[in-house]
């Protein structure tokens, strides 16, 4: 009898066990619960492992909260000084702010226990700071390869988000839309000057620049091809812009961008830059400092900004 209720025993067990495992594993196929993908990073500063679908991210790249926004993607916090216009509604209170570009709030980051942290060049030199609180990825735009670096780094958010699709269908509608521009404004004569109003100066930009694109991508034909490569651009005077005679001006309002304050058309359109082509042909372009200034190389504003120039030609 002790034998047999043993047996019994022992049976019971299994049976309670095997129970157990089922109900555990039909419980984890009815919530879809499955193990964090986790995706290796490669990017300009290191390589980072970064959580699939992580659900707090700050961003510190206003073109990377661009996509992000293109894509239906909602940050937990940014920093929320100069924020571009179209992106506004970022300003509620429900995103947190975390200090301003240049000038992070790390304690409040800290406190905020992000799963990602996007940031660009203006906090490149951050960056150790930035990856001792959370997985930080840089996606700045390299302006000596605009094109490919842009469209690295919509990928890389695409595929950290699940997104692949709808960035290739963006991309695609870029890519179309500055063949088109590309072929207009490679077959013109005249010749393009790119320029930065701020506080009554003015610098210049070139090939390979800050707003490069416009020649090196765009087609516009440069008016100087030895500018220098500089973050501020090269300082130039209003005898330069007479000298050079550019056909076609496009102006950058830093005054509007920082300050919300436009001064650039009193500043440019001065009685001697009115001796020029571009003045003269009503070829005096004022691009969206949002776009240019703030938020480059996000899908909405590449776009925005293909629009812009291609309306010079009209």
Not at 15 to 38: F, H, L, R, V, Y
Not at 119 to 137: C, H, N, V, W
Not at 178 to 192: P, W
Not at 236 to 244: D, S
Request: proline letters at 4%.
């Amino acid at each position: 009898m002790r034998k047999i209720f043993s047996i019994f025993v022992i049976s019971a067990l299994m049976i309670i066990i095997s129970a157990c495992g089922t109900n555990t594993k039909d419980s984890n196929e009815n919530t879809g619960a499955a193990p964090s993908e986790e995706l290796t990073i490669k990017h300009q500063l290191d390589e980072t492992k970064v959580k699939k679908n992580p659900e707090k991210v700050i961003v510190f790249d206003f073109g990377s909260l661009d996509t992000l926004d293109k894509l239906g993607i909602e940050p937990i916090a940014l920093p929320k000084t100069n924020i571009p216009k179209y992106l506004a509604k970022y300003e509620d209170e429900k995103y947190e702010n975390v200090g301003s570009l240049k000038e992070p709030d790390f304690e409040k980051i800290h406190s905020l226990k992000p799963d990602l942290i996007i940031i660009s060049g203006r906090q490149m030199e951050l960056y150790d700071e930035f990856k001792a609180i959370a997985p930080t990825i840089f996606l700045g735009v390299d302006t000596e390869k605009y094109m490919e670096s842009f469209e690295s780094n919509a990928r890389t958010i695409g595929n950290i988000f699940d997104k692949e699709d709808e960035v290739n269908k963006e991309l695609s509608a870029i890519e179309e839309s500055i063949k088109t521009l590309n072929e207009k404004a490679s077959s013109l004569d005249g010749k393009s000057l790119v320029v930065l109003a701020n506080e009554g100066k003015v610098s210049a930009y070139g090939p390979k620049s800050r707003f490069g694109i416009i020649h090196d991508v765009f087609g516009f034909a440069p008016v100087d091809d030895s500018i220098e490569v500089s973050t501020h651009g090269q300082s130039i005077n209003f005898e330069y812009i007479v000298e050079k005679n550019p056909d076609y001006l496009f102006v950058v309002d830093r005054g509007a961008a920082v300050d919300g304050k436009s001064s650039a058309k009193q500043i440019v359109e001065n009685d001697m830059v009115k001796k020029s082509n571009a003045y003269k042909n009503g070829k005096i372009i004022y691009l969206d400092p949002d776009y240019w200034y703030l938020s480059g190389g996000g899908l909405e504003s590449v776009s925005s900004m293909v629009k812009e120039v291609e309306s010079a030609l009209e």
